[in-house]
C-alpha cells in the first residue's frame, strides 16, 4: 500500500511539475532553420512561353490585394501572391516570427516602424541596403527612411509616415468660444475651459493603451527613448523631455481635464460618437479611418497643427505608419524590391490602394503626395486641403528617434503600467519607468550592448 | 487509497523483509526462481510505458530547457550582424532575476499560494468531514454535484468565470448592483481573489473525494472508542478522524501548491478583459511572454528553469516538513 502511494504520487509530482519542455519543443531546431536557405515561398515556375518569378507578400494593410491586382496586371515577369494576415498586434508578428523560424516566411511582409528593429535584429528582415536604389533613396522623407536604417544598413522601405495631428469638432470649439490651440498652455487652458463649461465633456483623451501616443508627444518633446551611440543601445525613457510630457499629462489627468480610459475601446467609441471629447491627437491616416467610422459627423472635423512646447523651434512625432521588409528567406529578393518600389513610389499603386476606400496615409515618398491629395475626397473635412497640412507637419517631424529592439514588449509594459495609473495606482512617470525596467533584462538577455540613462 | 496509520505500516513493511533476508540467500528451488523471472518480466511490461513516457515527455524537455538556457543567438553590439549561437553561461538567468517583472509574478503566484492553499485544503477537508459525518443526506448526489467542476476543463471555467466577472453582462453583478453593491471583481483588489474563486470551484470537489475515500480508511473501532469515551461529533471529526488522514492531506496541499506554482490558464483569459492582469502577471505567464512575444528563447528556457527549480525546492521542503513534524508527533505519542 505504501509502495504504491509513492509511485502513484512520484507519477503525478511529475506530470505536475511545470512545463519547462514545452516551449524547447518549439525552440529546438530554431537555431538552424535559418541558415538552411532553402525556400518553399519563392520559386522560379515556367508556364507557356514566359519564366515567370513569383513572390509572396503578406499584409495587414487594407487595399493590399487592389495593389497587387494593379502590379500583376503591368507585369510579366513578376507575379505576387498576396495573403491577407492579422494586424501585426492581433497575431501578425507573432505569425512572421514562426514562419522564420520555421524557414518558411514570405518574401515581403509588412512591418510597423516600431517593430523593425526587432525583427532586423532576429534575422527575419534582410539587409537590403544594396537593393534600394539611388532614385528610391532620394524619393523618400529621410525621416521615414531613417527609422529603418541602423548601422547605415537598410532593413525596410517605409510606405507611410504619419505626422502626428490635432483632429478637432470645429461645431463644439465655436460654441464654447475656443481658439484651435497652437501650444501645450493653450491645449490646457482650452481642457480647463472645456471642463469648467460642459461638465461631462473634455478636451480629449489621454488613452491607457497609449503607448505610441505617449512615444509621439515625447519625440516632440526631444525625448530620446533609445540611441545607437557607441555601437550599444543605450536606453532612457524617462529622459527629461518625457518627464516634461508626463507631469504634463500626470496634471491633466489628475484635474480630470481629459478623459483617461482606452483608445481601442468600446468606451472611446462611444464618447467620439457622442461628442463626449472635442479633439483627437492621432497620425495623419486617423482622418480617414474617422471618415468611414462615424459618416454622420461629416462637416464637424477639422485638422490642425500639434500644439507646440516652443512654436519657434516647431517640432512633431509620429504616429502609426507602415514599411515593407524583403525577409531572409527570399530566393528572389531583386524581384521583392522591384515590387516593393512599385508600391511605395509609384501613383498607380496609390490609386489602387485608395480604391478600396477612402484612406488619408500620407505616403513616405513626398512625389505620391498628389496623387493622394487628388484622391481624398475634402466634403467631410468642410474643404480643407489637409495633404497641404501634412506636408507642412511631415517636414516637422524631428529627426534622430529610433525605436528599441524589442518594441512590443516595451510598450506592452508601459500600457500596463498606464492602465494601473488610470486606477489610481502609479503615475504616467511610473508606467515610462516600468517599462524601461521591464525592457532591460530582455536586452541583455538577447546579448545586446545596452547602457542605460536616466532611470 | 491511503492507510490509516501510514507510518506504522511503513514500519511493518521495512520489518517484514529482514526475517526472510537470510532465506533468499539460501539455494532458491527452482519453481520459485521462474516465478521470480516471472514477475521481473511483468514488472518490466508494467513499467516500460511509464518510463517511456517520463522520457519522452519530461526528461527530454527538461534537459532541452535546460540547454537552451545556457545558449542565446548572440550578435555583437547592436545585434544587426550575423546570428551565431554562443554559449551564454548564466545571463539568461541573470536577466530573469534581475527583471521586475519576472520578481513581481513569483510575488503575485506567492501571494496566490497563500491564499488559495489553506482555503483549498480546509474547505475540501471541512466538506468530507460533513459527507463522512453522515449529517449531509443525498450524499451520493452531493458529492457529484461537487466534483463535476473539475470535470470542466479550465479554459472553459475560466470562460465561464469571465462572463460572471463583467460588468454589464453578468447576472450576478446585475444582482448585487440592485442591492446597492458595486463588486468590480476584476479591479485591483478583487482581481486575485477573483481567480482563488476559480480555482477553487475547480478543485475542491476533487480533492473532497480525496480525503472522502481517505476518512473511508478510518477503523471503526477508533472512532466507536472515541464515541464511548465521551467525544461529539465535532470534537471525533477534528481530534480523531483529521490527524488519521494526515498522510492525504499532505499529499493535497503538496499537489495543490504544484498546480498554483504553474498559474496560467484563468490569468490568460482573465487579461483579455481586465488591465489589472498584465502580460506577465504569473511566472508562467512571464515564460509564455517572453518565447511567444519578444522572441526570446534562452531567456524563457531560463524563467522556466528557475520555476521548476522553486517547485521542486518547495515540494521538498514541504514532505521534510511534514515528514519530520510526522515523526516528533509519532514520538510523542
Known sequence: MPGRRSRRSVLATIAALPPAGALSACGGGGGDTRSGGTSSTGRTVSSGRSRKTRITFWSALRGSQEVVDAFNRGHDTIQVDFQQVPGGMQGGYAKLSNAARAGNAPDIA?????????????????????????????????????????????????????????????????????????????FEDAARTVRRRTGDRRMALFPTDGDTHLAAYAWQAGAQWFDTAGGAWNVSLADAPTRRVAAYWQRLTDQELVFMNAVESRHSDVQIGEGLVLSRLSGAWDAGAQMKARPGQKGQWALAPLPQWDPAAPAVGTHGGSTFAITKDSAHPEAAMEFIEWQVSHPDALRARLSSGASSQYPAAPGLVDVGRKAFDRAYYGGQDIYTLFEQEARKIRPGWVWGPRMTATGKIMRDGLARASGGRGSVLGAVRAAQEGTMPDLDALGLRTTQHST | MTSATPVSVAADAAARPSPRGPAATAPVPKGRRSARRRELGACGVLMTPFFVLLVTVFLIPVATAVRLSFFSDDQPGLGFGPERTVFAGLRNYSAVLADPTFLGGLGVVALYCVVYIPL????????????????????????????????????????????????????????????????????????LPSIVNIALWSNLGYNMVVFYAALQAVPHEVIEASVVDGAGPVRTALQVKAPLVRSSIVMVAMFTLIFALQLFTEPMLLSQST??????????????????????????????????????ALSYGVTRWTNRAGAAEEAAR
Open chain 1, 110 to 186: 509588412t512591418i510597423e516602424y516600431p517593430q523593425v528593429p526587432g525583427f532586423a535584429i532576429d534575422g527575419v528582415c534582410r539587409d537590403i541596403t544594396d537593393l534600394v536604389g539611388e532614385g528610391l533613396r532620394a524619393g523618400l522623407l529621410p525621416q521615414s527612411l531613417g527609422l529603418t536604417t541602423f548601422e547605415k544598413r537598410v532593413f525596410s522601405v517605409p510606405l507611410d509616415i504619419e505626422p502626428m495631428v490635432l483632429h478637432y469638432r470645429t461645431d463644439l470649439f465655436e460654441r464654447y468660444g475656443l481658439t484651435v490651440p497652437r501650444t501645450w498652455e493653450d
Open chain 2, 120 to 191: 483549498m485544503v480546509t474547505g475540501a477537508l471541512v466538506l468530507a468531514l460533513l459527507l463522512d459525518s453522515g449529517v449531509v443526506r443525498l450524499r451520493g448526489t452531493v458529492q457529484l454535484a461537487l466534483f463535476l467542476p473539475h470535470a470542466v476543463p479550465g479554459i472553459i471555467a475560466a470562460l465561464i468565470w469571465l462572463y460572471l466577472y463583467t460588468p454589464g453582462i453578468s447576472p450576478v453583478i446585475g444582482l448585487l448592483g440592485r442591492a446597492d453593491l458595486t463588486v468590480d471583481f476584476l479591479g485591483v483588489h478583487m482581481v
Open chain 2, 275 to 312: 488591465p489589472m492582469i498584465n502580460s506577465r502577471f504569473s511566472p508562467s505567464m512571464y515564460v509564455y511572454d517572453a518565447a511567444f512575444t519578444r522572441n526570446n528563447y534562452g531567456l524563457a528556457a531560463a524563467a522556466s528553469v528557475i520555476l521548476l527549480l522553486c517547485t521542486i
